[in-house]
């Protein structure tokens, strides 16, 4: 669910950690800083030329990744819909809690697809919020009956939802690890048991808000990952927020417990990938092929209805190049 940052200019970094795929842009008046997996981060220059320590671009990439992949076609619009849809959730969520936005006047190279934001001192967990068993939580629940130690009912199945999310905190594992699930109290140790509270607290809450709007426009939010700063004693949103990359979005027409449920952005990806057209064996380690234009075409649409679905809002290129 993570995209650990790598650094940029890193020799001993080893070669998996560097993200394939087209490369992040070269941006007059700013350092670049990290590339994740699909998104970039740069520190705009002071008037010395010396990088300011108190802001970062974060730009949002059309790159795309699947099975762990990140594929080396990008999808059109992706960056710019996904940007769009965590500043539109920002405000969504403002009553319950403060973001790191400051300007979405960006460079054109970038315009859409990029904000500038407060740097912060980030919490070294990544705080996740399940409102469905599946995945990490499905593996646990079948090994032991808990997920993230908590004791749950028997007879649960992939896909089931819980009463309320639950908070299943994870370590901030380097880029191409996974992450490992963290127990509360070692969150407690980590940041001290008032942030880790409140970073439990406001995951659950902005989950909940979350699937109080999408569920109404036929999407579940089956989980999500945020990240929270610190300024002034007080948790700050940060990075993205409910969008497909940071989120597993399910089609709610569809949702059925007892399989794995389809994913609402990524199925024609994963359908087509591993399907004998694509030629391709997961299992064989090798990076996948290309996607064809009309994988690629019905993978945008989806991003793009997505977007519509939740705001309301007919998207419209606002981007570079328009
Ligand atoms: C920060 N990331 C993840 C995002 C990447 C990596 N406001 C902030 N202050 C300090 N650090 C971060 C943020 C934010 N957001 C976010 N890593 C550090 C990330 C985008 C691209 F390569």
Redesign the pocket.
Known sequence: MA????PSSDASAPSGAVPAGPAAPVLDGYAH????KV???YAPLDDAGAPRDDL?L???SDRISAFDFVLDTPVPDKGEVLTRMSLWWFEQLADLVPN?VVSTDVPDAVRGRAVL??????LPVECVARAYLTGGGLREYRADGTVSGLTLPEGLTDGSRFPEPLFTPSTKAPEGQHDEPMSYAEVEAAVGPSLAARARDLTTRILARGNEIAQARGIIVADTKV?F?VEADEL?L???VLTPDSSRFWPADQWEPGHPQPSFDKEFVREWLLSRASGWDKASGEAPPSLPDDVLERTRAKYVEAYERLTGETFRPRGADR
């Not at 800083?33 to 994740?36: H, L």
């Open positions: 995209d650990a940052p790598t800083v990290y590339s994740g998104r970039d981060l970062l974060l730009v949002a790191h934001v407060r740097r912060l001192e980030m990240e700063g700050v940060a990075d993205e």
